[in-house]
Each structure stands twice: as structure tokens, then as C-alpha cells.
């Protein structure tokens, strides 16, 4: 590791990297020396040096810090690939809903990317939040925005070796500004680009479809479904969800039911902030009125009769990351409990964030739940990233467990919410789920080093 705070007060002018003793006699002896050092982007030549006290860390002159503009209130990792010393990882956190300022730079949202860059500090990476008005093309670098005990500020700072998208939304992934810098930065970069996109839900429902591993999870499903279609469904199951393809946090969806001595159509649904529950005399009446403008951009998935408590139907979100190793592990588990009158378990339709033990204890469950689900994701996020475009490296999973033990995928998002953190107990989740993309981000520089070409898995 490189400590940057030893930092001698001589050679103020030239570029010098002070390696451990024990390396540069080793350099010495195989004739070969590193000729460059590279921190993000930037790659500059150098002059290579024993450690002036003989010991076994490496230093750099205060020139060669300037000209890198090599953060020097922490820690950073060295690796030697043939003729160059890197320094890094540098990690983009790309997003957007800048606010100009240096209170709150990203809104809302500010507190949760603080957390970010504070964990990926304390692993020893370079990381800092940017959008695309950020970008210097001509000088190949970033007006960036980090995070330090002393609050927000900008930093000019070199291109990243890894992307982490954060994007807030599907309608800022689609601008044009957005794709074209996402293209030009993979065109002209060399670097690694994960969590690139939102998950469309019938694009992943087909993936798990084609699995055997992992297809009995999938609740009954149909992408654009014709009224007969969910009259069908709710023949079987008396109880449909209809769901936007594209849509997150629960909005859009509506329930549907139909109770076998009751001739009327239920439905199910949130508008202005409210919890709804309209009654129908024909289901060709409900779908015109929820649905005015068709059902293309939807899908109808059956209810599943879920665990309960207090009558309130319970499902789960679990969180997968992948780690250091570039393996999945599960990172973050709750249950949720839904609203009065919700369609949904979501917080914001008034749902409640309950920990695994608070269902242990409550309903007496046995703590085979935990592996059961654990299980579950495990290799849906193994199967995803086989199939999905790009480098996927978190997940967050929406699933349910029936009165007969059955564990059910209801949804897939790439960029999950953080609601469930609200709670108390859960907090070791945060901290965990905020690690874990900068130990994959070492694990992608690594690779980047080692191959010197992007990798898709």
C-alpha cells in the first residue's frame, strides 16, 4: 500500500516514486525497472528510487503528486505490471441531479454517496462522484466531487479505471448527453463499466424462464396480456398483479381479484399518495377505466398466498453484491410488511421494514427461512450475470415465501433502493451493502491490470 503523507519535503520538482528497499534491490538485480507510473487515466514517466530510510513502503515526491493529483489524505494500493507502477483503483461514481453547490452536490441523495466514498476510502480506493457536465475531454480529466471529514468539494482528478452507475432513473439513463458520454468514456478508455442499466422485468423474467436451476421460481406470468389472458389467471389464482415492465419502487402497480361467490372485479391500487380499492361489475370495466391506454408495457403475474402477519401479507428484499473475489454474496435481508389496505409491501405505500428475527420470533418460523432464501439469490444472481449485457454487480431482489414454505421471485433490480436501511437494526447491512461495490471495483482493476483488456464477467 501507498501512503501518501509520507511525502519528502526534497526533490520538489521531479517526478519520484520511493519504493521498499527489499523491491528496488530486486529491480536491480533482474535489470528491469518499471518506467511509468499510472493513477486512474494518467500515466506519467518516472524516476524510481530506494526508500531514503531504508524501509519497506513506498513514497512519492511531492512533483509526482501534483502532476497525478494523487490524493494524499489516504491510502492507496500499488500493483507492477510489466514497465509500470499503477496506483489505484480510481473509481467514477457516475450519476446525475447535480445541484451546483457544495452543501447537498447531489440533493438528497448527497448523504447516501457520502457513505459511498466514506467506505471506499477506508478500503484504500480512489472514488469520487461525477456527471457528464464533469468531464474535461481535452486534459483527460474530472472536476469531481469527494467526500472528506471536512465535507463536499471538487477535485480535479484523473480519469477512472472503473465506472460505478448510479444513474437516479430510467429517463436520464435514456438522454442522449447520457449515452453518448457512457459511449465515448468505453470508446476511448480503457476501463470497466458495471451496474450499466436498469433491468427490464419481462427480459429477466425470459432469462429465468430458460434456467432449470432456477425457473420454479418464477410465479405465472404473461408480458402484454389480453383481457382473456387475466381472466384466466384470476380463474386459477383469484388474485393477479399487473406490473409495468419498466417500472420501480412499486409504482404502477395494481392488484386485481376475484372472489369465487362474488360476481364483482376487485382492484388494488395507490394514486396520490392514498392506498385505493375500487369494485367492478366486469373485468372488461376495470381493464378500460386502471388501464386506459392499454396494456402494452405491462405484465400480469399471479398472486402467490403469502405468508402473513396480523393478516398483513410479509415478503422479502435481499440484497446481493459481488465482492472481492468477484463472487456473489448476499449482503443485506429484511422483510417488509404491507400497508393497510397496500398493493404493495413498499415503505411508501405505508408498508413496514421487519428483520429476519422479527419473523423467527413472531410467526415462529424456523431460521431454515434464511437459508432457504439465501439459496434463492444466490443463483438468480449467478444466472443474471451469465446472461445479462455488461458487468452486473449488485442486485436487489424482491421475493416471497407461500404458506407452503415455496420461495417466489416477484421482482429484479439493478439499482436497488436503500429504504429498508431506515431500520435500526439493519444498519450493518448499510455499511456492508456500501462497501462491497469498491472491494468488486478492486477485483475489476485487478483483472483490467493482469489482462489489459475490459472483461465482461
Known sequence: MLNPQSIPNIDANEAIVYTPFSL???????????????????????????????????MVSTALCKKLNLLKDQKHHIYESNDILHIGPVVGIFTAGFTGGTYKPIGERSSLFAKLLSEAKQLGVTAYVFGTHHIN???????????????????????????YDRLPNRRIEGLPATHDTKTRLEKEMNLLWFNPG??????????????????????????????GQIEELLYRYRNVYIKPTNGSLGIGIQQILKRRKDQSYYCKFRTNGQNRLRRYSSLKRLLRQQFSKGLEGYMAQRGINLL???????????HTNRNR???????????????????????????????????????????SITQDIKRAVLLLSETLTENMAGIVGEIGFD??????????????????GRGIFSHPNLSVYDKKTSALPFEFSIYLYEQLIQRQVAIKK
Do not use: C
Open 24 to 58: 528496488f534491490q530486486q529491480w536491480v538485480k533482474n535489470r528491469s525497472f518499471p518506467v511509468k507510473v499510472m493513477y486512474g487515466q494518467r500515466q506519467l514517466p518516472v524516476t524510481f528510487q530506494p526508500n531514503p530510510d531504508r524501509e519497506e513502503h513506498y
Open 308 to 318: 402473513s402477519w396480523n393478516g398483513k401479507p410479509i415478503d422479502f428484499r435481499v
Open 198 to 227: 436498469f433491468f427490464d422485468k419481462w427480459s429477466v423474467h425470459e432469462i429465468m424462464a430458460n434456467n432449470k436451476q432456477v425457473q420454479h421460481y418464477l410465479p405465472e406470468t404473461v408480458n402484454a396480456p389480453t383481457q
Open 137 to 163: 475531454w481535452e486534459e483527460k480529466q474530472i472536476n469531481a466531487y469527494i467526500y472528506d471529514q471536512s465535507g463536499w468539494r471538487q477535485n480535479t482528478l484523473p480519469f477512472p479505471n472503473v465506472v
Open 325 to 367: 473475489y468477484g463472487a456473489w454474496e448476499v449482503s443485506a435481508l429484511a422483510a417488509k410488511l404491507a400497508g393497510t389496505g397496500s398493493v404493495t409491501t413498499h415503505v411508501t405505500s405505508g408498508g413496514k421494514i421487519l428483520t429476519l428475527q422479527d419473523i423467527i420470533n413472531e410467526l415462529g418460523k424456523s431460521k
Open 399 to 416: 421475493l416471497g415465501i407461500d404458506t407452503s414454505g415455496s420461495v417466489w421471485l416477484f421482482e429484479a433490480n439493478a439499482k436497488p
